[in-house]
């Protein structure tokens, strides 16, 4: 069975510090990944999704980034964080073509920067 | 472009009490149309999904959604909620479509009181 890892749990960083959080999907190959963000009060926003290996497309204009540098990592980075950036994070997977219909979520990670 | 409306932000309902939960969309073109389930401080987890088929779809744990084209809904309803329901539900839309990014509603609150 499939499942998808994402790390770390919780992260409390300062403003202007750089960030990542790293995501890995198991048990498939040639996945979509996404990330999104659930901000306080807010419904779900999705950042990044990536359809294969250094393929990225940005969803919003922000203050963060995506790579993917192997077919099941699937990373969310900044350089400098903002307030604005705190939030819950969530990576997600899909099947590629048509079984790109159900996504499926990790257990997500708080961020928030102080 | 599409949207999700869920109708009510939060719900209170006492236990063993039916409950619905409401969700009408906006789309131009056929969509997919998906219920998550968000416990505290946790993931989303996939409660059902409408693809194609019998317009009423079923979960493992007694929920149940209608699709219903003409009024664009696709409302959550479970006939005696317990306290372990409590938590927030999202409804969401995508596109069949080889990538299956999702549109959120903003989510509700299902509060279980004893």
């Known amino acids: 069975s499939q499942t998808i890892h994402q790390w770390p749990a919780t992260l409390v960083q300062p403003v202007g510090s750089p960030l990542s959080l790293e995501c890995t999907v198991e048990g498939t190959s040639n996945p979509n990944l996404y990330w999104y963000r659930q901000a306080a009060g807010r419904g779900l926003q999705l950042l990044f999704y990536?359809?294969?290996?250094?393929?990225i497309s940005s969803e919003v204009p922000q203050n963060l980034s995506a790579s993917r540098p192997q077919d099941r990592q699937f990373i969310l980075s900044s350089k400098k964080l903002l307030l604005s950036d705190s939030g819950f994070y969530l990576c997600a997977w899909s099947g590629s073509g048509t079984a790109g219909n159900t996504i499926y979520f990790g257990e997500g990670s708080w961020l928030t920067v102080v | 472009a599409q949207s999700v409306t869920q109708l009510d932000s939060q719900v209170p309902v006492f236990e063993e009490a039916p409950v619905e939960l409401r969700c009408n969309y906006s789309?131009?073109?056929?969509?997919?149309l998906f219920w998550y389930v968000q416990y505290p401080n946790q993931g989303l987890q996939l409660l059902l999904k409408y693809l194609s088929g019998s317009t009423l779809v079923e979960s493992i744990n007694g929920f149940e959604a209608e699709f219903n084209k003409s009024q664009t809904s696709f409302h959550l309803r479970k006939p005696s909620v317990h306290i372990s329901d409590t938590a927030e539900y999202f409804c969401?839309?995508?596109?069949?479509?080889?990538?299956?990014?999702?549109?959120f509603g903003q989510g509700t609150t299902l509060q279980v009181k004893p």
């Open positions: 969401a839309v995508s596109l069949p479509s080889n990538t299956g990014k999702l549109i």
């Open positions: 789309s131009s073109v056929s969509v997919y």
């Open positions: 990536s359809v294969g290996i250094g393929q």
